[in-house]
Structure formats: C-alpha cells, structure tokens
C-alpha cells in the first residue's frame, strides 16, 4: 500500500460515517522527529513498509468552522498493524468556550 492509498481509505471511510474530511493530510511517518514522512496525502507515493511507525490524524469537521482531529499511533508488523496508543472513549467530552 502507498500512503496515497492509505489517504483514500481514510477518506472513505470517514465519508462513510458522513463527515467532512479537514483538508490537509490525514497523517503522517512518526520516528525521532514528531512529523516525519510519509504523509498521508492524496500525492504522496511512499510504500508503507513493515516496521514503520505511524500516526493515522483522521480531522473532521463537526460545526463549520470547527474541526476535530485525532491521532492514533501504529507500528505496521508482518502480521498487519499494532496500535500504540490507547483507544479512545466512543463518546468525547466536549470543551466549551
């Protein structure tokens, strides 16, 4: 798979649930800096490989002009990605201005 194509998925997916992608990518490659390649980007052709740690950053809009964006972080092993990070709660606190 390249990141392209782990861009679309994304983006399927989250059109599936009926929202609005952000614009921008929707992750990215994780290693000794916080933002390093790939970058999941409708243009970028870099296979993903076994061994590589990535954070997916699905962002939606939820209200126009609001966004929302969210990262989970996976190392992808031969037997298919880990997740790193801790699942989320399926209901989120909502912090009002």
Do not use: Q, Y
Request: with cysteine; proline share 8%.
């Amino acid at each position: 798979m390249l990141a392209c194509d782990l861009h679309r998925t994304l983006t399927e997916a989250l059109a599936r649930e009926d929202a609005t992608p952000g614009g921008g990518r929707l992750g990215h490659g994780l290693g000794l800096t916080l933002t390093e390649w790939p970058s999941f980007t409708p243009k970028d052709r870099t296979e993903l490989r076994e061994g590589m740690v990535l954070t997916l950053e699905p962002g939606v809009e939820i209200a126009p002009g609001r966004i929302m964006v969210h990262d989970e972080n996976i190392v992808l092993r031969a037997s298919g990605p880990e997740l790193l990070s801790r699942r989320a709660p399926a209901e989120l606190p909502e912090i009002l201005e």
